[in-house]
């Protein structure tokens, strides 16, 4: 029965697939904004079976990936205090600050664990009275409502021992910033199925017609990105500019009120900067006054910390457009999207990381090897 | 890590004056915060990041988002226990980009620029 069932899968994503190649009549640029969807899109080939023109862009939808590095270096000098317990989600522990990570500050005697959700630390936090508990919140809108009910219950049961480092970033001001971007060219968006599930989908109209581009609300299986895409496709070849939602089964307009309303409680928008991409104007949560007590950065004043990015990076002269990024001399040596040292190599979206994805930067036989001869 | 997985309830309980739940994502049981999804009962599916169910979904849907996971390998990050996660750190190397987009979109691209310049030949 499962055999069958992919079967006929294959079958309509083969139908999809051959209805954006009858539809599409020029070149287009789509970003899908979250990387779960570049995960599928690429384990799945959907890339691939697109026509030619049909460019996939990766958007900045990878929380870690744009976390400024200073923040990072916060939070592994929080969490090497004593009488610290500093929690986290697993994918943080090998995220390099300036001089090391929370494995190695774990390793140096810090008290580092690992949750699977943000009540989990609440928990520590009732259960270590003489200690403090800090939650390192990382995340876009999707992770936000776990935090949001973390500080709220923090605070509904009178902890002073729980606070939470964090970054939130939202979706709709990349979007605009992007588009805003001289450089642009992103044609179309997908928008992220799991951020809307949370959100909804109300904020996207007007950027929709601002900047007279195609929305989709998308989901992560194959068939759901073939239909987003074909969607968009279809969109952009009539000339329309509107927000469809091909994720139905999840998401609707007005997305999760009951956690909409905690959120709006606890956070409020502030101005974020984006590693790699710099400050984005009102694009992240923090904190608001009835919460700002258990703001980790206010409970533990941090000052004097050492944040540099690599001297070996020279990403101030790609910037400037001095240099190309290939002529850096750690361009493709010690510096590649694994171990990025500057902040164009750490967003798929900044100059280095570009050129490297994109193996411009290789002659036509070093592309050809590439898959075998290099390992990121 | 923005992935939200799903599972079915298999029991209702509070915790004080939270609604708790125990869910089941293909084997592995967690507690998980159903207070989002007041509609959600047992032997629903509803899909869960960090935690926190987000929105109620068909079973088929449930079912088949959850092997595509399984694939992709974002169950094993998101539901590794306390010790697993230490583990693979452990051997994992530095990296900004935990979930690996980085490098697989890498890998992709120039495996798709090879295909489309033999095919072109």
Redesign the interface.
């Known amino acids: 029965m499962k055999y069958l069932t992919e079967f006929r899968n294959g079958e309509i994503a083969q139908r999809m697939a051959r209805e954006i190649h009858q539809v599409a009549t020029r070149p287009w640029k789509i970003m899908e904004v979250c990387g779960g969807q570049t995960h599928s899109i690429i384990r799945n080939g959907i890339d691939q079976m697109l026509p030619e023109g049909i460019e996939m862009i990766h958007g900045p939808g990878c929380p870690v990936c744009v976390t400024p590095l200073a923040l990072i270096d916060k939070a592994l000098a929080i969490a090497a205090q004593p009488g610290v317990i500093f929690c986290s989600f697993g994918d943080m522990l090998r995220v390099p600050g300036t001089d090391s990570d929370l494995f190695q500050v774990k390793g140096c005697g810090g008290d580092i664990r690992v949750v699977y959700s943000p009540l989990d630390a609440v928990e520590l936090a009732v259960k270590n009275p003489d200690k403090q508990v800090v939650f390192f919140g990382v995340g876009f809108e999707t992770t936000a409502p776990a935090n949001a009910m973390s500080v709220h219950l923090a605070k509904r049961r009178g902890l002073k021992n729980f606070s939470l480092l964090v970054s939130h970033v939202l979706v709709p001001p990349a979007i605009e910033a992007i588009m805003s971007s001289p450089e642009n060219k992103v044609q179309a968006f997908l928008a992220a199925g799991h951020v809307c599930s949370v959100m909804g989908f109300w904020e996207y109209p007007p950027l929709a017609d601002k900047f007279q581009i195609p929305i989709v609300v998308t989901g992560f299986e194959p068939l759901d990105l073939l239909d987003g895409i074909r969607r968009a496709v279809i969109q952009l070849e009539k000339g329309e500019h509107r927000v469809e939602n091909a994720y139905e089964r999840i998401v609707t307009y007005a997305g999760n009120l009951q956690a909409q309303e905690l959120l709006a409680e606890v956070f409020e928008v502030t101005d974020r900067a984006w590693r790699g991409i710099g400050v984005i104007l009102n694009s992240g949560w923090r904190l608001n006054d009835h919460y700002r007590a258990f703001d980790a950065e206010e409970r533990f004043q941090i000052t004097g910390i050492h944040t540099e990015e690599s001297p070996l990076c020279k990403s101030g002269d790609v910037l400037r457009g001095a240099i190309k990024p290939a002529e850096c001399p750690a361009f493709g040596k010690e510096c590649s999207p694994r171990h990025p040292l500057g902040a164009t190599m750490v967003s798929s979206e900044g100059a280095c990381a570009a050129y490297f994805n994109y193996g411009r930067f290789m002659s036509a036989e070093d592309l050809a090897g590439a898959g075998t001869a290099r390992s990121l | 890590?923005?992935?939200?997985i799903p599972g079915r309830v298999e029991q209702i309980t509070t915790d004080?004056d939270?609604r708790m739940g125990r869910v089941n994502f293909g084997g592995v049981v967690?507690?998980?915060?159903l207070?989002?999804?007041?509609e959600v009962g047992v032997g629903d599916y509803t899909?869960v990041?960090?935690?926190?169910a987000?929105?109620k979904?068909?079973e088929q849907?449930a079912l088949?988002?959850l092997e595509?996971?399984r694939?992709?390998g974002?169950l094993d990050?998101e539901?590794?226990s306390?010790e697993?996660?230490?583990a693979?750190?452990?051997t994992?190397?530095?990296?900004?980009?935990?979930?690996?987009?980085?490098?697989?979109?890498?890998?992709?691209?120039?495996?798709?620029?090879?295909?489309?310049?033999e095919s072109a030949q």
């Not at chain 2, 890590?1 to 939200?4: I, N, P, Q, R, T």
């Not at chain 2, 990041?49 to 926190?52: A, I, N, P, S």
């Open positions: 890590m923005c992935l939200a004080g939270v967690k507690s998980v915060c207070d989002y999804v007041p899909i990041h960090v935690g926190f987000l929105s979904i068909d849907s088949e988002t595509l996971f694939k992709m974002a990050e539901l590794a306390e697993e996660a230490f693979r750190a452990a994992a190397p530095q990296s900004v980009c935990p979930d690996g987009s980085c490098e697989l979109t890498g890998k992709n691209l120039r495996s798709a620029k090879r295909a489309r310049s």
